[in-house]
C-alpha cells in the first residue's frame, strides 16, 4: 500500500488538507494542545478513466487506486533538541514512501504564525532541517548501539564505516538523497528509511486572494527551490477546498469555474503523489465490479497477474490486453475486439499505464 507522510509547521492547515484527502473528520487543533499521535486514513486516487468504465459497465462495487495518508503533528525549530513536541513522532512516517511538506503562504489574523509572520521559504528550511536532524539522531543512535557492543562483527564494521559517511554529510546539511553512495552501501542502509533520502512533493496553502492572484511571498524563491531540486510543487487553498467540498455538484463546478481551477487542488495532490513515485494503474472491469489496481511502471503481465490473485500468477497462461484509449473511443468492448484491439499477451509483456486486463490461468 502507498504511504504518503504529511508534514509541516504547526498551523499551517495541514491536517485540513489530510482531512480533505481523506473524507475525515480529524481535529485540526489539537497538534496545538501538545498530542503526539499520528492521523492515518485512506485517500482515493481521482481517475475519469475509471469514471467512464463505472458509467460504462454500472457495476456494484467501484474501487479506485488508494493512498494511505498519515498526518503528523506539527514541527517547529528547535524540535530535535525537545522543543514543542518534539520530533518523536517522526519514527512513525519513516516507512512512508513519499513525504508531503505543506507550507503556510494564507494570510489570517485570527490564527498566528507559530514565527510571527508569513515566510514561506523560511518554513520550507526549518522543515527540512528538523528532518535533517531527525536523520542525524537515527544514525548517531546506531554508531552508538554498534559501538557499545561486546564485539563488531565484519558487516558492521563496513555498517559502521558508511554510518559514519553519512553522518559527516548529514552535519554538512547534505541530504541522504544527495549523497553519492555506492549500491552496496545503500544496500547497507536499505532499511534505515531516511527522511532526507525520501521524494517529496510541496504544497502551498494559500488562501482565496492569493489563489485567486497566483502569487503569494516569496513564490519566486519557492518556486527556484523546487527547479533546483526536482521537486513536485502544487499550490492550492485548503480553505476554498473545504468550501468546494461542502457545495452540491452543480454548484461546485460554478465555484471552480469562477475560480479559474479545471480540478479541485486534492485531486492534483493525491494524483501527483501517484505519480511521482513511478505508479501506474491497470483495470479490470466487470458487472460485479470495476477496480483500478496499483502497480510500479515495468510490471509485467504475470507480475500484475499476482497482484489480482496468487493463483493468477502461479498458473498464468495469458493477459487479454485492451488499451483503454481503444475502449474510451469506440465506447463498447464488442466494437474493440470486432476492430481487432484486444490482443494476447504473454507472461513477459510490460503492463502499460490504462490497459484492461482479463487473466486466463490455469491452477
Not at 487506486?65 to 513536541?85: C, H, N, T, Y
Not at 564485539?151 to 558492521?156: R, S, V, Y
Request: hydrophobic share 40%; charged share 30%.
Amino acid at each position: 500500500m502507498l504511504t504518503c507522510g504529511i508534514v509541516g509547521l504547526p498551523v499551517i492547515g495541514k491536517t485540513t488538507i489530510f482531512n480533505l484527502l481523506t473524507g475525515t473528520e480529524t481535529e485540526t487543533s489539537q497538534y496545538l494542545t501538545g498530542k503526539t499521535s499520528i492521523n492515518m486514513a485512506m485517500a482515493k486516487v481521482p481517475d475519469p478513466r475509471v469514471d467512464f468504465l463505472s458509467r460504462l459497465y454500472r457495476p456494484k462495487k467501484t474501487t479506485y487506486a488508494q493512498i494511505r495518508f498519515s498526518d503528523v503533528p506539527g514541527l517547529i525549530r528547535g524540535a530535535s533538541e525537545g522543543k514543542g513536541v518534539g520530533n518523536r513522532f517522526l519514527d512513525g512516517i519513516r516507512d512512508a514512501d513519499l513525504l508531503v511538506h505543506v507550507v503556510r503562504a494564507f494570510r489570517n489574523d485570527e490564527i498566528p504564525h507559530v514565527d510571527g509572520s508569513i515566510d514561506p521559504m523560511r518554513d520550507i528550511e526549518t522543515v527540512s532541517l528538523e528532518l535533517l536532524l531527525a536523520d542525524i539522531d537515527l544514525v548517531e543512535k546506531r554508531i552508538t548501539r554498534i559501538q557499545s557492543g561486546k564485539k563488531i562483527k565484519k558487516e558492521q564494521a563496513a555498517e559502521l564505516e558508511v554510518l559514519r559517511k553519512c553522518l559527516a554529510a548529514l552535519e554538512n546539511e547534505v541530504s541522504m538523497h544527495k549523497m553519492e553512495l555506492s549500491g552496496k552501501e545503500r544496500k547497507l542502509l536499505e532499511n534505515y528509511n531516511f527522511l532526507t533520502d525520501k521524494p517529496v512533493i510541496l504544497v502551498i496553502n494559500l488562501d482565496e486572494e492569493q489563489l485567486r492572484a497566483g502569487d503569494y511571498p516569496g513564490r519566486e524563491r519557492v518556486q527556484e527551490f523546487c527547479r533546483a531540486r526536482g521537486i513536485k510543487l502544487l499550490e492550492i487553498s485548503g480553505q476554498i477546498e473545504m468550501e468546494i467540498s461542502q457545495l452540491p455538484g452543480a454548484d461546485r463546478k460554478e465555484f471552480m469555474e469562477d475560480l479559474s481551477l479545471k480540478q479541485p487542488g486534492i485531486d492534483r495532490l493525491a494524483r501527483a503523489a501517484y505519480d511521482t513515485l513511478g505508479l501506474i494503474s491497470f483495470f479490470t472491469v466487470g458487472e460485479d465490479e470495476v477496480k483500478a489496481w496499483t502497480i510500479p511502471a515495468g510490471t509485467n503481465a504475470r507480475s500484475a497477474a499476482g497482484k489480482i490473485h496468487s493463483d493468477m500468477e502461479r498458473g498464468f497462461i495469458r493477459a487479454e490486453v485492451v488499451a483503454y484509449r481503444d475502449l474510451h473511443e469506440l465506447g463498447d468492448m464488442h466494437r474493440v475486439k470486432e476492430k481487432g484491439l484486444a490482443r494476447l499477451e504473454g507472461k513477459d509483456y510490460i503492463i502499460q499505464d490504462g490497459d484492461i486486463l482479463n487473466i486466463r490461468f490455469n491452477v
